[in-house]
């Protein structure tokens, strides 16, 4: 999505948000990293308060992917930290939107990477593997995300896509 917005794709393409194919994500997730604006095909993962399925996936090549985190919402830990992010920059994933917290948002705010959260906190999440799914619908910001579905971010919101699209 080369220089064009979130708001001249809701412009463009009307009856696909008629339709449900391009959904808007609530304007609840503030913006971190230098990547202010990143798309890419979706990848889910849904856990609660324990990011060892998100560390095995960032750990694989991003190629231009954007992980999409179902925390369910937590407040009580952070799901990814500076460290993660960088590994996640560096093998090359578009960004991530977490549904939970973040934390060492100083240093994440300097990598050159898309990352969305509800908000920040101190606490690490465990890291027993206690559970969760890859590759599963996730519900977040009044929005169902499936695997293989298309994100693009910028600083007027999210949007979520069926396909790929072109403007």
């Known amino acids: ?19 449900g194919e391009l959904r808007v994500l609530h304007p609840i997730f503030p913006i971190h990293g230098r990547r202010q604006v990143f798309s890419g095909p979706v990848v ?12 095995n996936f960032l750990e ?8 999409v985190v179902d ?18 920059q560096n093998n ?3 960004g991530i939107i977490v549904n939970g917290c973040i934390r060492d948002v100083d240093e994440i705010n300097g990598c050159d990477i898309g990352v969305r959260a509800l908000a920040s906190h101190p606490m ?6 206690l559970g969760g799914d890859k590759h599963v619908p996730v519900n977040i910001a009044g929005t169902r995300i499936c695997d293989g ?8 919101g999210i949007l979520v896509s069926k396909t790929e699209l072109s403007v």
Not at 60 to 67: A, D, F, H, P, S
Not at 124 to 129: L, V
Not at 149 to 156: G, S
């Open 1 to 19: 999505m080369a220089l064009v917005t979130t708001a001249e794709v809701c412009d463009a393409y009307p009856q696909l948000i008629v339709s």
């Open 44 to 55: 889910t993962v849904k856990v609660f308060e324990d990011n060892v399925l998100v560390r």
């Open 60 to 67: 694989e090549k991003g190629n231009g992917r954007v992980l």
């Open 71 to 88: 925390g369910g919402g937590s407040m009580r830990c952070a799901i990814l930290g500076a460290n993660r992010i960088v590994q996640a």
């Open 92 to 94: 090359g994933w578009a």
């Open 124 to 129: 690490k999440a465990n890291k027993k593997g």
């Open 149 to 156: 579905e298309w994100i693009y971010a910028d600083t007027d």
